[in-house]
């Protein structure tokens, strides 16, 4: 498998209900960085979590990290039609400064 | 609150010809990247730069394609014989060591 690898590909939900995304990759990191993009448009920048860090909130938003498995999940609670759309993780390798995405996983929220 | 910016937003060209996409960082960061988004795809790193030189780029990151820090805010990609593979968004981004990078809106390359 790819250094950030999303599963599922595709999830779709009832509004209000919780959604769930996570990512796996294969080698040590320095961070990992979560983005999310509607069809066609640009990649807006959710959350980043650090190699020491085991989880973060922002908002409706909650990013675990498990550095010993090598993945991390994405929980967006009480869903809106808004936040239908594509989610990344990506990753920056040890040494490195660019960013590794994954394939990401498509959103549908259903009203 | 601070962005970076891109332009053109769309940019349809013939194959063969030399095309530039330009990118304005967020003012304070010394880090910038150019990524593309061939559509139904992943996003793929292209290149990074710092201090006025390249610092990592990728397989994709040939002999056509060059970056330039012309003056003290715009970043740009040129590709100088575009082919009909180079379609695709391309995405600038910047950011402090180590920190958040952030997107700019992106740019939508057509090649004919």
């Known amino acids: 498998s790819q250094q950030g690898e999303e599963d599922p590909q595709a999830l779709s939900i009832q509004e209000g209900e919780n959604a769930t995304m996570n990512c796996s990759y294969k080698t040590s990191i320095n961070n990992l960085q979560w983005y999310r993009q509607n069809s066609g448009r640009g990649l807006v920048h959710l959350i980043l979590?650090?190699?020491?860090?085991r989880e973060k909130h922002s908002g409706r938003l909650r990013v675990t990290l498990d550095t010993s498995k090598k993945s991390s999940s994405l929980l967006i609670t009480a869903s809106r039609a808004a936040d239908t759309a594509s989610y990344f993780c990506?990753?920056?390798?040890?040494?490195?400064?660019?960013?590794?995405f994954g394939q990401g996983t498509r959103l549908t929220i259903n009203p | 609150e601070p962005e970076v910016t891109q332009t053109p937003s769309h940019q349809v060209t013939q194959m063969g010809q030399e095309v530039i996409l330009r990118c304005v960082p967020i003012?304070?960061?010394?880090?910038f990247y150019w990524y593309r988004q061939i559509l139904g795809q992943k996003v793929e790193f292209l290149v990074s730069f710092y201090n006025n030189e390249i610092s990592e780029k990728s397989e994709i990151f040939d002999d056509q394609f060059s970056v330039e820090r012309p003056d003290g805010s715009n970043f740009t990609l040129k590709i100088r014989s575009t082919k009909l593979e180079d379609s695709a968004m391309y995405f600038c981004a910047s950011n402090e060591l180590q920190e958040t990078q952030y997107f700019g809106p992106g740019t939508r390359l057509l090649v004919l």
């Open positions: 003012s304070n960061h010394l880090y």
């Open positions: 979590i650090r190699s020491n860090e």
């Open positions: 990506a990753t920056v390798i040890q040494g490195a400064q660019k960013l590794v």
